[in-house]
Each structure stands twice: as C-alpha cells, then as structure tokens.
C-alpha cells in the first residue's frame, strides 16, 4: 500500500506568498524587468493598433497625420505591420527580461537550499518545490504583466491622443486594445514561467541532505 | 525506570560502506559498518570529525544511500523505497533535528511545526491543535506566533524537537542537536529529546561529540576511521564517564 504526501494548494499558495512578501524588495525589482518589458510590448501593440484604425477608418485627414508622424503606408495598405527594427527591440527586451528573471530566481533558490533541504526532510516530494517557485511565479507574473500591460496601454493611447488629436479618440479601436493587453499580459506571465523552469527544477532536485550541511 | 521493552530493532544497518568519488581519489568514509539499535532507545554515535559519523548518520536517516551493504528501517530496506515512499520515511517515521535548527524563516513557529503534518495530509485544524499541545510540551506555550528570527537559539532548537515530533515519528534524528547551543541551552535540549524519549517511547539517535550527551544515553556506539570503535551500555558507560557528569 502506497501512503501519500501531500501538500494543499491552498497551503503552497499560503507559502509562494509569504515568500515573496519575505522578499519583497528583491520580487520588486525581479517585477519590474516584466512590467518595463510587457509595456513596451503593449506599447507597441497598441500603437499599432491604432494606427490601423486610423488607416481603416478612411478619413483623408488621419492617412496625411499618420505620413506625417513616419508611418511607412503603401497604396492598398489595410494593416500597419511594425517596421523589423521595432520587433528586434520588443523581442530583445522580452529577452533581457527572461535573463533577468532566471538570474532572480537562481539567487532565490541558492538563498533557500537549506529551507528546501528541510522541507525534502520533512518529507516534501520534489514536484511539491517546483509547485511552490511556479506559484510565486505565477504570481509575480500576473502582477507584473497587469501592471505592464496597464502602464503600456496608458501611455500608447494618451501618446496617440497626443500625437493626432482628440479627433482620434471615437474611432479608437477599444476591443483591439483589450486584445492587445490581453495578449501582452499571456507573454509575461509565460516570460515568467519560462524564466522560472531551470531554477525550480534545479530547486527540486537538490538532496536533503543539504539541509545537514552547517556552513550557510 | 524505564518501562518494559520489547527487543525489537527499530534499525539495522549491515555491513555498510561508502566511497565518495571526488574524481581522482575515491575516499573510503565508511568502511563495514554493522549495528542495531532497539526501539526506544536513546543512542548516542559519538566520534572524532571525519570518523564518518556524520555518513553513517545520514544513511540510517535515508538521507545517503550506502555503496555497499544495506540499511533496514523497522525491517524496510530502504534502497529499495521509490522517492515517494522515501518522502513518506522521512515525513511519517522520521523526525529530524538539525544542528542549525533549520526552520523555514519566513513562517510561525505553529506553521513550522503544522507543515510535516500538512505534508502528512492532516487537517488543519487537528494540525494547529497538536501543534499547540507540541509546542506547550516543549515548554514554548504562548510562543507559536513568532518567526525564528524572534526567537532565542535554545528557543528555535525547542520548535525544531517539537516539529520532529509532529507526526509520532519512530526515530528522532538529531545531528548534532546542541552545536550552536550554550552549555545550559543544551542540557535543557537534551533533557527535553530524553524526557520525549521516555514518555513517547521514540528512539533517538543523535550524532554527537558533546560529553553531556553520554549522561542520557542508553547506548553509545562510538565510530573511528569509519568503522564502528565500540558499542557501550549505560552501565558500563557509568563506570567511565561518572567523573564528567554534572
């Protein structure tokens, strides 16, 4: 007969959170990599996203506005893709970001090899350690995206406010701008995981019997 | 006096060695080790650094696995356990007491102490009231909402005993439970292991040089160069150490 180990979602939920607060400077700082690169992504997006509203939209006035601020619009145009140098750019600091995070939590689990060692002694299955980083992802992604997409959106429309004129503001493309932060916000909390994989499987691999070991 | 016991052996390691490989040189920690030790004992493994005791120590903990030779916990041969059955060794059978304490710093010592019975699949409530009484039986009632950092070395090593025993483990494990301890923490450790001992029939094994341990030891099974030196009783132990006690 096989007895289990378990450990309660709510339980590892209870412990991912009271280990960010634990860390709460450091967790800042690792959330703020997201959100500078999740409103850059949604920036962008929404720029877009705009600009193809005033292309659709037909309006001779928004097509000469639009020329004016350096979009490159072709005869037959209906979609306004970002130029290649601008994908490099999201792409780089979506990249930067993913560094960033696997460098945090590498820190976080090398501080925390004894308090993992412990918990394996205690009788802690590895997937209940991957469980744990994955939730503190999680949660650090979700805040961190929101508030990236958030902060991105914000300033792509009072940006394009700006740039066009109130004028724009009733033919703003609002389902495509959700969409868009929709989607901005998917990438950061998968950045986020992504970033978290090596060091939790690293994390769960590590004997108990590190827990023995006394210099810190 | 001690009540009663049924010789049965709670764990037998046989003819146990260890190589660690470091490559160019493969080092011979352990070399044939054989021992029982009873149930509800309280055993001493004493030796100088670098005797091995410490991977004798973490073997009969199913912490190590031997090269050679096996090591039997209540009759299991525990190289045979997958790593869920070992989780349930460690969660269930064993209780183990860290010369550094090891609580998990950023929780309560009531949590600490509830975790191994969340892992064990107690419900919170029955969880949090054994923890109390556990907490109250090592003398730390009205302490339970404090972090570690809050508490005094002594104080931390008292949730760390009442968290090995959280789940009515069969053996206590306890590496070098007084190091970081002053000489009167200490002896109130260690009386505090003998008295769980007595009263809940635990076996405790502690890996150890501290002489204070030799007064509440039931057996004392010294280690030298990886093997095992001699294995005392109480009684002879008496004859030999009764100028040291306090």
Known sequence: ?216 | MKKEMTKKQIVRVTDVTKNFDLGKIVVNVLKGINLEIETGKYVSIMGPSGSGKSTLFNMIGGLDKPTEGKVFIDEVDIAQLDAYELAWLRCRKIGYIFQTFNLIPVMTALENVTLPMTFAGVPGDAAISRGMTLLAQVGLEGRHGHKPAELSGGQQQRVAVARALANSPSIILADEPTGNLDLKTGEEIISLLKQMSEDQGVTVISATHDYKMLNVSDQVIWIRDGRVDKIQDRDELEIHTGGMSS
């Open chain 1, 1 to 216: 007969m096989r007895q289990l180990v378990v450990l309660p979602w709510k339980q590892s939920l209870i412990i991912s959170y009271k280990s960010i607060r634990a860390r709460f400077f450091r967790s800042l700082i690792t959330t703020m990599t997201l959100i500078l690169a999740v409103s850059f992504l949604a920036f962008s997006q929404i720029t877009i996203d705009i600009a193809d509203a005033m292309l659709t939209s037909g309006n001779p006035v928004f097509h000469r506005i639009l020329l004016q601020s350096g979009f490159d619009i072709q005869p037959g145009n209906i979609s306004l893709a970002a130029s290649p140098k601008q994908r490099w750019i999201v792409i780089l600091s979506l990249l930067v970001c993913v560094v960033g995070i696997i460098n945090a939590q590498l820190m976080s689990v090398t501080e925390r090899f004894r308090e993992i060692g412990t918990m394996k002694c205690l009788g802690a299955l590895d997937k209940f350690i991957v469980r744990i980083f994955v939730l503190e992802a999680s949660m650090l992604g979700l805040a961190g995206s929101v508030t990236g997409a958030f902060v991105g959106g914000i300033a792509a429309c009072s940006g394009a406010v700006f740039r066009f004129g109130t004028d724009i503001l009733p033919i703003f493309p609002w389902h495509d701008i959700l969409l868009s932060s929709a989607l901005a916000i998917i990438t950061g909390i998968g950045l986020s995981l992504l970033g978290v994989l090596y060091p939790a499987i690293m994390a769960a691999r590590m004997q108990p019997v590190e827990a023995m070991r006394v210099e810190q």
